[in-house]
């Protein structure tokens, strides 16, 4: 079994990095960089040559971003989420069906673009993202991280709908959605090597000023 709480602590240092290189920019009188939560739900599949047919299968994905407003239109927002991802699929080579389930940690790097439009705010996103693999289980929680590389790469495109509240130090509420299209192989698993992700994910996210 993988060590969960090594990736963790590494992927939130990340994030601890990005947000010290982000903080003296704040002290501006209208400061550009916001720092937020996001939650929701995703539908994870895999693809590639080794997958005659797949179905879309639900889980949890969660965790924090950092927005930095360059202008109006344009801002970068990296994030650190945790995904739990789902999937069945019919292995074209085994001739059975295989159940996965995944543990994510996901580091996206988003290039944003907003709409002048306040309060209601639409905005349209692309970027990379790094998955580190924490756990990988097949059928009924057998072990299968030996059967699936660490990392994952994939690409992220999509976009959300905003609305500034202004209240304190909550200055937005944001309903997302995303598409993950997985650009690495993911392994051997019972004869699946050409594997790759794809997920839809819907979150709500909050946005607090820093």
């Known amino acids: 079994m993988q060590t969960v709480t090594s990736k963790l602590t590494a992927s939130i240092a990340t994030f601890a990095l990005l947000l010290g290189l ?42 924090v971003f950092l927005n930095y407003q360059v202008n109006d239109v344009f801002a970068v927002q990296p994030e650190v989420l945790y ?25 996206p790097v988003l290039l944003k673009l907003s709409a002048p439009t306040a309060p209601v705010t639409p905005r349209l996103y692309v970027g990379p993202a790094l998955g580190f693999v924490t756990n990988s289980e097949l059928g009924n929680g ?47 698993a019972n004869n699946f090597e050409d594997v790759r992700t794809s997920a839809f994910t819907g979150t709500l996210s909050l946005r607090f000023d820093i």
């Open 142 to 188: 057998n072990d299968a991280d030996d059967s699936f590389t660490d990392v994952d790469f994939s690409g992220v495109v999509g976009g959300e709908i905003a609305y500034a509240l202004n209240k304190g130090p909550l200055s937005e509420i944001a309903v997302d959605g995303r598409y993950n299209l997985g650009l690495a192989n993911l392994g051997d």
């Open 83 to 107: 995904s739990r991802r789902g999937t069945k699929n019919h292995n074209s080579a085994a001739g059975n069906d295989i159940r996965v389930r995944q543990d994510v940690i996901e580091i």
């Open 22 to 63: 982000a903080l003296p920019m704040s002290s501006q009188a209208q400061s550009p960089v916001d720092l937020g939560v996001r939650g929701g739900l995703t539908q994870a599949t895999f693809y590639g040559d080794d997958v005659s047919s797949n179905d879309f299968r639900p889980g949890f994905t969660g965790g």
